[in-house]
C-alpha cells in the first residue's frame, strides 16, 4: 500500500513539473511581437541606407531578429518584447553596440554610428596574424606571412571566373593565354580552401582557372614565402582561393546571372541556412562563353645555304623563311556545385562533411595559314600549307572532404584532422586536315584521356606555452595515382607515330611532417622557427608501340629538410618590420616526365624527360607596413637563388626538317631579386586607389647541348645558352569613384614593361579595363557592368634566337569583351548567433593550410 501511495506521489510530482513547464513555454511563445522602427544616421544626421541592425535578445536567442535600413536610413521589425543587445553595421562607419529594454510598439528614434577614421592595428598577438590594414572597405590586407585580397571590391571581375580575379590580386599577373605568375615566376602552386584540388584538373591549365565563378571566392591569399607548415612545392609562391561558406544565421544567399560579349551566360548561387549547432550550405551554377584567339609566328633560319645533292635526295631543299598565321575560336560550358554542412557536436568538437562536383566542356575551331620559303637548287620555291584542327575536351571532377575539430581547453591547445578524397577525368580527341598547295597532305586523328585519383590525410596540433609562446606540429599524406593514355593515327608515315600511340601510370607518395616554435619577447618582438621534412616516392611505368622500344619503369626516392625563419618587430602600432626566410621544392609536373605525353602536329614535338628532377629555391624576404588614415603601404625586397633550375630546350634535331623540339631540362641557376610594392590612397570618401608595383632583376646560367643534323645530312653538335641577365618591371592600379552611395565606378590599368633572357625577349604590354556597381532593390540587388581590354590592347610579342634561328610571335588570347550582371541577395545582414571562433576543418582560421588562429 505504502508503495502504491509514493508512486502515485511521485506521478503527480512529475504531471505537475510538466504541466508547469509547458505552461511556461506556452507563455512565452504566446507573448506577442510589437512592431518597432528607427532611423540610422550619422554624426551630421545624415541618413545612413543598407544598414545592418541587429537586435540579440538577452534572454532567448530564439526571440533574436535583424533588418537593413533602407535608402533613408530607416528600418522596422517586429520583436518579443525584452532585453536587447543592438548592434550597427555600415560600409566606411565603425562597429556601433547598444542596450535597450523593448516593451511595445513604437518608434525607437535614431542611433548614430561614427564614419571610420583610422586604420589602426591591434598588438601583434600572433606572429602569423598580424593584421597591417585594419581600416573597413580595403580590398586587401597584409599580414606576416600573406597577402589577403577581397575580390568583393572589383568591379571588373563582377560575373566574371577566377582568372578575372587574378587580374587585379597584389603580386599577380596573368599573361595572355591565362598563364599565371608571381614577381615573374610562374612556378606557382594553386590551393582550393587550403589543399590541392580537382577543381583544378591535373594541369592547372587556364580552363580550369575559368571555371570557377567569381561570386563562389570569399577571398585570395597570396603566400609568396610560405612557412614549414605549408606543403614545400610552388618556389615563386602559393595562392590558395577560398571559397564562399557563410556564417550568418538562417537561411542567407545570393544568385547572380551575367550575359555578355564575346558571347557568354552565366548564372550562379551561394546558399547557406544556419541554425543552432547545424550549418548547411550549397555553392554552384554553370555557364556558357566562347572564345577568340590569334598566334602569328615568323621564322628566319640562320646560315642557311643550297643544300648538295645526294643519290637519295636528288633535289633537296633548304628551309631559309617561314611566316605563320593561325586564327582559333572556341566554346565551352561548366556547371558546378559544392554542398556540406558543419555541425558542432560540443562547444569543442565540431564535424564538416563536403562534396563537389565540377564539369567542364569545349569545343575548338583552329586554322593555320603557312607560308615556306626554300632555297633549292632551281632558285627559291614557296610553299602554302594550309591546317584546320577540330578538337574537343571534356572535364568530370568530383571531390569529398571530411574533418573534425577539437579543442581540449580554452588556452589555445587543438587538434584538427581532415581526409580528401578527388577524382578528376579528362579527355580531349582533334581532328587535324593539312593541305599543301592546295592538295591533300594528311589526316591525324588524336585521342588523349588522363584520370587523377588523389588521397589527402592531414593532422594538426597546437600547444599553447604560457601566454606569448606556441608550439605546432602536424603530419600530412599526399597519394596522387595519374594515367594517361594516348592514340595517334596518321595518313601520312611518320616515325614518331608510334611513341605517341603510348600508355603511362605515374603514382607519387609523399610523407611530410613539420614543427615550428612561436614567440614574442616584449611586446614588439616576434619570430617563429619552423622545420619540414618531406619523404618523396615517384614510380613511372611507360609503353608504347614503336617497335623495339623498351617500356620503361622508373623509380625515384628522395627525402628533404625545409626550415623556415620568420621575425616582426613593431615599431610602433601602425608600423612593421618583417623579416621572412624559407626553402622550397619545384617539383616537375606528371605530364612533364612522360617521354611522348601529348601529339599537336607533326612540326611542334613536346619531348618529356622522364629523368627531370626537382629544383630547389632558397627564398628571402625583408618587408615593412605602414598604415595610416588616408594611406596603406607595403613594400617587400625579395631574393630567390634556384639551384639545378629547370628550363625549356627548344631545338631542332634535323636542320633538313622543320621540325621543333620542346623538352625540360635541369640546369644552371637562376636568381631573382626585386622590390614588390603595395600600397591603397583615400583621399576622399568617394575616391579611393589601390596600386603595386613589380621592380625585379633576374640572372640565369648554363648552356645546354643537344645533338643535330645540318643541312647536308652530317652530325653536328648544336647549343641553346641560357646565360643572361635582366631588368623589368610592372604596374598596376584601380581607382574607384564613389559617385553616390549606391553607385561606385572603378577604372583599372596595367603596365608590364618589356623583357630580356638569354634566348627570348618580350616587349611591353599593357591594358585598361572598366566597371560600374549599383545598388537597388533597397540593398537586395546589385547591377554590374564591364569592359576588359578597353582598347583592344592586351597582346603578347615575344622574339626567340638560337644558334639556328630568329623567331618573333605575337598572340592575343582575347579581344575586347563587356558584360553585364545581376545580383540578388537574400536574408542579407542577419549576424546573431555569432559563434566563438573555430578552426575550420579543411580551410583554418586563417583561410587554409596555413599558420593557425591569433594566440
Same mark, same amino acid.
Request: glycine letters at 8%; proline letters at 4%; zero cysteines.
Given at each position: $500500500?505504502?508503495?502504491? !501511495?509514493?508512486?502515485?506521489?511521485? !506521478? ?16 512565452? *511563445? ?64 565603425? +562597429? ?92 606557382? /602552386? ?56 557563410? /556564417? ?7 544568385? &547572380? ?7 557568354? &551566360? ?13 550549418? =548547411? *550550405? ?9 572564345? +577568340? ?37 572556341? &566554346? ?8 556540406? *554542412? ?64 577539437? +579543442? ?88 614518331? !607515330? ?93 605530364? =612533364? $616526365? ?10 611542334? !614535338? ?79 570618401? =568617394? ?32 647549343? $641553346? ?91 592575343? =588570347? ?42
Amino acid at each position: $500500500m505504502t508503495n502504491k !501511495i509514493e508512486i502515485a506521489s511521485i !506521478i503527480r510530482k512529475r504531471t505537475l513539473g510538466l504541466t508547469f513547464v509547458l505552461g511556461a513555454a506556452s507563455l512565452a *511563445f504566446a507573448q506577442e511581437k510589437v512592431n518597432v522602427s528607427g532611423k540610422i544616421v550619422d554624426k551630421q544626421n545624415n541618413a545612413v541606407p543598407y544598414a545592418s541592425v541587429t537586435f540579440s535578445n538577452k534572454a532567448n536567442k530564439l526571440f533574436s531578429d535583424a533588418a537593413l535600413t533602407d535608402e533613408k536610413g530607416v528600418y522596422q521589425l517586429a520583436l518579443t518584447p525584452g532585453n536587447y543587445d543592438i548592434t550597427l553595421e555600415a560600409i566606411d562607419y565603425k +562597429k556601433a553596440t547598444l542596450h535597450k529594454q523593448i516593451t511595445t510598439s513604437g518608434n525607437l528614434g535614431s542611433f548614430v554610428v561614427e564614419a571610420e577614421s583610422t586604420a589602426t592595428n591591434a598588438k601583434t598577438q600572433d606572429i602569423q596574424g598580424v593584421v597591417i590594414t585594419a581600416q573597413a572597405a580595403k580590398p586587401y590586407r597584409v599580414e606576416l606571412d600573406k597577402k589577403v585580397y577581397d575580390p568583393s571590391t572589383d568591379l571588373i571581375s563582377k560575373g566574371g571566373n577566377l582568372q578575372d580575379v587574378l587580374n587585379n590580386v597584389p603580386s599577380v599577373s596573368v599573361d595572355t593565354d591565362g598563364t599565371v605568375s608571381m614577381r615573374g615566376s610562374t612556378n606557382v /602552386k594553386f590551393l582550393i580552401n587550403g589543399k590541392p584540388s580537382s577543381l583544378l584538373g591535373i594541369d592547372d591549365s587556364a580552363n580550369a582557372l575559368q571555371s570557377i565563378p567569381a561570386d563562389q571566392i570569399e577571398r585570395i591569399e597570396v603566400i609568396t614565402n610560405p612557412s614549414s607548415k605549408f606543403e614545400s612545392s610552388g618556389t615563386s609562391g602559393i595562392l590558395n582561393i577560398i571559397l564562399k561558406k557563410t /556564417k550568418k544565421v538562417g537561411f542567407n544567399g545570393s544568385v &547572380t546571372g551575367n550575359i555578355g560579349y564575346l558571347p557568354k &551566360t552565366s548564372l550562379n548561387a551561394n546558399l547557406s541556412w544556419r541554425k543552432n549547432k547545424m550549418t =548547411w *550550405f550549397l555553392n554552384g551554377g554553370g555557364g556558357y562563353s566562347e572564345g +577568340k584567339g590569334i598566334n602569328d609566328t615568323e621564322t628566319d633560319y640562320n646560315n642557311v645555304t643550297v643544300p648538295t645533292p645526294t643519290a637519295t635526295n636528288p633535289n633537296p631543299k633548304a628551309l631559309y623563311h617561314q611566316l605563320q598565321n593561325s586564327e582559333s575560336n572556341s &566554346t565551352s560550358m561548366n556547371y558546378n556545385a559544392m554542398g556540406g *554542412f558543419v555541425y558542432d557536436i560540443s562547444d569543442r568538437t565540431s564535424f564538416n562533411l563536403s562534396g563537389l562536383v565540377r564539369t567542364f566542356e569545349s569545343e575548338n575551331d583552329d586554322y593555320l595559314n603557312t607560308f615556306s620559303d626554300y632555297y633549292t637548287l632551281g632558285g627559291i620555291q614557296n610553299n602554302f600549307g594550309q591546317r584546320n584542327s577540330i578538337g574537343k575536351g571534356n572535364n568530370l571532377a568530383f571531390q569529398g572532404d571530411a574533418g573534425i575539430d577539437h +579543442k581540449f581547453d580554452d588556452n589555445g591547445q587543438n587538434i584538427s584532422l581532415s581526409l580528401s578524397v578527388q577524382s578528376s577525368n579528362n579527355n580531349s580527341s582533334s581532328n587535324i586536315t593539312e593541305t599543301q598547295d592546295s592538295q591533300f597532305l594528311l589526316n591525324d586523328i588524336t585521342s588523349r584521356k588522363s584520370e587523377n585519383k588523389t588521397v589527402i590525410g592531414k593532422a594538426d596540433y597546437e600547444l599553447p606555452i604560457g601566454e606569448k609562446s606556441k608550439i605546432e606540429a602536424g603530419y600530412r599524406l599526399d597519394v596522387n595515382d595519374n594515367t594517361y593514355a594516348n592514340t595517334v593515327f596518321s595518313t601520312l608515315p611518320n616515325d614518331l !607515330i608510334p611513341f605517341y600511340n603510348n600508355n603511362t601510370d605515374y603514382r607519387e607518395i609523399f610523407n611530410a611532417a613539420y614543427v615550428q616554435f612561436k614567440s614574442k619577447i616584449g611586446e614588439n618582438f616576434g619570430y617563429q622557427i619552423g622545420l619540414r621534412d618531406e619523404l618523396s616516392n615517384v614510380k613511372i611505368n611507360y609503353t608504347n608501340q614503336a617497335p623495339g622500344d623498351i617500356p620503361i619503369d622508373k623509380t625515384k626516392n628522395y627525402n628533404n629538410i625545409f626550415p623556415s625563419v620568420f621575425l616582426s618587430y613593431n615599431i610602433t602600432k601602425t608600423n612593421q618590420i618583417l623579416l621572412n626566410y624559407s626553402k622550397r621544392i619545384d617539383r616537375p609536373r606528371s605530364f =612533364w $616526365m612522360v617521354p611522348f605525353p601529348n601529339y599537336s602536329n607533326s612540326q611542334n !614535338i613536346f619531348a618529356g624527360n622522364i629523368d627531370l628532377n626537382p629544383a630547389y629555391v632558397d627564398s628571402y624576404e625583408v618587408g615593412y607596413n605602414i598604415s595610416k588614415k588616408k594611406f596603406t603601404i607595403n613594400p617587400t625586397l625579395y631574393y630567390r637563388h634556384s639551384t639545378d633550375d629547370r628550363k625549356m630546350l627548344v631545338y631542332r634535331p634535323d636542320e633538313r626538317e622543320n621540325v621543333f623540339y620542346t623538352k625540360p631540362i635541369n640546369l644552371g641557376n637562376d636568381d631573382r631579386y626585386g622590390l614588390d610594392l603595395n600600397f591603397t590612397v583615400d583621399p576622399f570618401s =568617394w575616391l579611393k586607389f589601390m596600386g603595386s608595383v613589380d621592380l625585379f632583376g633576374y640572372k640565369t646560367t648554363g648552356i645546354a647541348a643537344y645533338a643535330t643534323f645540318d643541312e647536308n645530312g652530317a652530325n653536328k653538335t648544336g647549343y $641553346m645558352d641560357f646565360t643572361g641577365n635582366g631588368f623589368s618591371f610592372g604596374s598596376r592600379l584601380n581607382t574607384t569613384f564613389k559617385i553616390d552611395k549606391t553607385l561606385s565606378v572603378q577604372l583599372q590599368g596595367f603596365y608590364r614593361g618589356a623583357r630580356k633572357a638569354a634566348n627570348q625577349n618580350s616587349n611591353a604590354m599593357y591594358a585598361f579595363n572598366l566597371g560600374a556597381s549599383k545598388t537597388i532593390w533597397k540593398g537586395d540587388g546589385t547591377i554590374g557592368f564591364n569592359l576588359q581590354d578597353i582598347f583592344n590592347t592586351r597582346s603578347r610579342e615575344v622574339f626567340s634566337f638560337n644558334d639556328d634561328y630568329t623567331r618573333r610571335n605575337f598572340m592575343q =588570347w582575347q579581344p575586347r569583351q563587356f558584360s553585364l550582371s545581376l545580383t540578388y541577395r537574400f536574408k542579407q545582414g542577419e549576424k546573431v548567433d555569432a559563434p566563438k571562433r573555430k578552426k575550420d576543418i579543411n580551410a583554418n582560421s586563417q583561410g587554409g593550410d596555413d599558420q593557425g588562429p591569433p594566440m
